[in-house]
């Protein structure tokens, strides 16, 4: 999966669960402070995260995500990783 494949992934997911705009969903924007999602939303979207890849996100892997460049960056390595769920 491409970089821009796995941000389309987000996006839909984003936009989906929690009513993001899809144009608000750039590597730049602060999941809590620019897309508004609070820590129960993060847990929604690991979940979502672990279906897509179909491997596990250990909460210490994802506790400094803070922007939806993170999340990619999080995904891709999950991606990369021998870890499945």
């Known amino acids: 999966m491409t970089r821009q494949e796995i941000l389309e992934n987000i996006t839909k997911v984003l936009t989906e669960l929690f009513e993001v705009p899809a144009e608000k969903v750039v590597p730049e924007a602060k999941l809590y402070e620019d897309l508004e999602l609070d820590s129960i939303d993060a847990i929604d979207l690991?979940?979502?995260?672990?279906?897509?890849?179909?491997?596990?996100?250990?909460?210490?892997?994802?506790?400094?995500?803070?922007?939806?460049?993170?999340?990619?960056?999080?995904?891709?390595?999950?991606?990369?990783?021998?870890?499945?769920i």
């Open 46 to 84: 690991i979940v979502k995260i672990q279906a897509i890849t179909g491997r596990r996100v250990k909460p210490q892997e994802f506790k400094n995500v803070r922007t939806v460049g993170d999340v990619l960056d999080c995904v891709e390595k999950l991606l990369a990783s021998d870890e499945i």
